[in-house]
């Protein structure tokens, strides 16, 4: 199985993710990056703040960025006043 | 052969040199296993418990999408599955993390010995309710505990388990464990893990990279993850 790399960069600096994982396809890797993003979220929000400005690179085994998300779209987001998006 | 588990047992109570031969007497034979493998599936009949020898195996639970709870973790010294003795079935697996290698104690010789030494069953008896204060320590970080609290109380954990073992300097201990591994034991996502190991770091606390465990400050680390040793029964006293 392909080794995929999760590099994060937000308010507290870039976070490079030296180990990897091995995981079937690209499909499955950005599952685990959504994942990865929300459970962050979930936890930072629990304590109070809602920090959507980050992003996660997708790397592979040669380190190349394959897909960088952006953290807030591993969300539906309703804020009040504006439209479901 | 089983000297951690001995090392295991002395930490707690007075085992005696007559105790000592008749626990080594109980070891069936030696196996290999490597990492990775599910080495007890879940309701399936036993007539064997499992000692760790060496390596580190885990318990878990899993749903049907795969997500899987690690439910405590073992270290060389622990007996993986003592609670087999009385269950004849798990209702969780075991799992191999690292290569291990462990010891076959079959059940019958078990009842042998606690026949014949009473004191030997009352101290495997608290050796499973070791695992269950152990258990009850890891339902308050999966239910209350922030992420950076779960990781260090879990780093500070092991410290104490592997020191008692002889497995841990007064630095640190070597963990081959990915980030997935704490991941699973800690209810957490590896992504989320490496972040807050890098808070850990940051913070002059402790550093865990490429399969080793540093402790920068103790004191620091016990007091993010409001650890206390007391759950872990480390007084020695006749039981």
Sequence with gaps: MPRYYFHIRNGSGFIRDEEGRELPDEAVARDEALKGIRSIISSEASGGLLDLTGELDIADAQDEVIETLRFDEAFQLRLPGSRTS | ?239
């Design chain 2, 1 to 239: 052969m089983i000297e951690r588990h001995l090392l295991k047992l002395r930490a707690r109570d007075e085992i005696s040199d007559e105790e000592e031969r008749a626990i080594r007497a109980v070891v069936a034979r030696a196996e290999e296993v490597p990492a990775d493998k599910v080495y007890i599936r879940h309701d399936v009949l036993l007539d064997t418990c499992t000692l760790l020898l060496d390596g580190i195996m885990c318990r878990y639970k899993d749903l049907r999408n795969g997500e899987r709870q690690i439910t405590e973790l073992h270290v060389a010294g622990d007996f993986v599955d003592l609670h087999s003795f009385t269950l004849k079935r798990l209702d969780h697996d075991i799992m191999a993390l690292t290569p291990c290698v462990v010891a076959i104690v079959p059940h019958e010789r078990i009842l042998e010995l606690t026949e014949r030494f009473p004191h030997l069953a009352r101290v495997y008896w608290f050796g499973t309710n070791l695992d269950a204060a152990i258990h009850r320590e890891w339902e308050l970080s999966l239910g209350r505990r922030t992420a950076a609290a779960r990781i260090a109380h879990l780093l500070c954990e092991l410290f104490v388990r592997l020191g008692l073992v002889g497995l841990a300097t007064n630095k640190g201990y070597d963990l081959p464990l990915t980030q997935t591994d704490l991941a699973e034991c800690l209810g957490l996502t590896p992504v989320h893990v490496n972040r807050m190991l890098k808070e850990l770091r940051e913070q002059g606390l402790v550093e865990f990279a490429s399969g080793h465990v540093d402790i920068r400050n103790w004191e620091g680390l016990q007091r993010i993850a409001e650890f206390s040793p007391s759950y872990l029964y480390l007084e020695r006293r006749s039981r």
